[in-house]
């Protein structure tokens, strides 16, 4: 299914693209406002189509090695300006700082999903550490990057279901209940895990682990 989506995404999208092309379009203001909705609608179907196909484990990953430091330093003004200036964002990184082995784009995508989620567990503003490290001594070869709010939290029912497909607590039309099953998707195609922890009032861990790259 999410294939033959992406596929009628990609048509849409390039009809759309020749249709902004016409003078016509170009002359009339309503109808490059138009166009533009089309691309938007568009583009957020191929978003949520990559979403699937991560959480189904089939997304065509270009797997290199990423160094935690610097990935997330040059990630760190795009995220504090997504939770916007209500909430703090701290990193803390071990050193010797790790790298790891995984589709850097995936890995953003994953991060920002996160970091959305948090943001929006935080309404009144709070703090938002993301940190890295080895993973626990049983997991030889991984590397974890955490992602932890001080936000409303979850209740044991709801921990339960928070990975699977098209769960969400938000109201209708403010996610695709996607999120965290695609985090957990692009985690286990990359060779690693999720784990979550989380209880009412008190914030929300969420750890992702990937595998370390070797020699790093």
Request: glycine fraction near 10%.
């Amino acid at each position: 299914v999410a294939h033959e989506f992406n596929n009628l995404m990609t048509i849409v999208r390039q009809a759309n693209g020749l249709l902004a092309r016409r003078d016509a379009v170009r002359l009339d203001p309503q109808a490059v406002t138009l166009v533009a909705e089309v691309e938007r609608a568009s583009a957020a179907g191929a978003q949520v189509t990559g979403q699937m196909l991560s959480f189904a484990r089939q997304q065509s990953l270009s797997v290199e090695a990423v160094r935690l430091d610097t990935f997330l330093y040059e990630a760190r003004a795009i995220l504090q300006r997504l939770v916007g200036d209500a909430i703090r964002v701290d990193l803390s990184i071990a050193q010797p700082a790790p790298a790891v082995r995984c589709d850097p784009r995936q890995l953003m995508s994953a991060l920002i999903n996160l970091v959305t989620n948090a943001r929006d567990a935080m309404p009144q503003g709070g703090e938002l550490k993301i940190r890295v490290g080895p993973a626990a001594a049983t997991d030889t070869g991984l590397v974890c990057l955490e992602v932890v709010d001080t936000g409303v939290g979850m209740s044991v029912d709801v921990l339960q279901h928070a990975a699977e497909p098209f769960f969400s607590t938000k109201e209708t039309g403010q996610g695709s209940g996607l999120g965290l099953s695609m985090v957990d998707g692009f985690a286990r195609q990359s060779g690693g895990r999720i784990e979550i922890s989380s209880s009412p009032g008190h914030g929300t861990t969420v750890a992702l682990l990937l595998p370390a790259e070797r020699g790093a």
